[in-house]
């Protein structure tokens, strides 16, 4: 019996760190041949909010990538676009230009619950697409929200540096944000 628990116990952690790994559905069928490049999880004040992965499109070089959020809290859309916004403020976007971004946000991002996700898929020719449990819901156009909205995660002055470094590893950011390093 004991060892069959064992056994049992490491299948489980297997099939979920395979789970985990895999590429959601939504982001191969949108980026040709995507691959992993980092993973972490965002906590504030001991309290987990959500696990983040960084997919690349064929390679790390590619200009297309995916930011997947798997959360770990249940949210309002309100205040998931009310604090983009503010983190757009913290890297330089002016207040003005930063609301109307939040607002735009806060007219389609969902409240979501724990275990559920958003994406935000970026093509350099069309802008940025989200998606909400692997279904689309929205496409913001122009490369000027695209580098904001993911300057949150991956500009130099993020305020979540830790998450930063889980997601690039050893690599560079996405050209949008850093056009080499």
């Given at each position: 019996m004991?060892?069959?628990?064992?056994?049992?116990?490491?299948?489980?952690?297997?099939?979920?760190?395979?789970?985990?790994?895999?590429?959601?559905?939504h982001v191969q069928t949108v980026l040709s041949s995507a691959k992993l490049q980092g993973s972490g999880r965002l906590t504030w004040w001991g309290f987990d909010i959500y696990d983040a992965a960084l997919y690349r499109s064929g390679n790390l070089n590619s200009p297309?990538?995916?930011?997947?959020?798997?959360?770990?809290?249940?949210?309002?859309?309100?205040?998931?676009?009310?604090?983009?916004?503010?983190?757009m403020k913290k890297l330089?976007?002016?207040?003005?230009q930063a609301a109307l971004w939040g607002k735009?946000?806060?007219?389609f991002l969902p409240n979501v619950e724990s275990g559920q996700t958003l994406t935000a898929i970026y093509n350099p020719k069309q802008g940025t697409f989200f998606y909400f449990d692997g279904k689309q819901i929205a496409q913001v156009k122009g490369a000027d929200f695209s580098k904001a909205f993911f300057g949150i995660w991956f500009d130099s002055?993020?305020?979540?540096?830790?998450?930063?470094?889980?997601?690039?590893?050893?690599?560079?950011p996405p050209p949008l944000i850093s056009e080499g390093c």
């Open positions: 004991k060892y069959f628990l064992i056994s049992l116990c490491s299948l489980t952690c297997l099939l979920s760190a395979a789970t985990f790994a895999r590429e959601p559905d297309e990538f995916a930011l997947d959020f798997r959360y770990k809290k249940s949210f309002t859309g309100i205040a998931i676009a009310n604090r983009s916004a503010e983190e330089g976007v002016s207040d003005m735009e946000l806060a007219s002055k993020t305020s979540a540096p830790k998450l930063r470094s889980e997601l690039l590893g050893q690599n560079c």
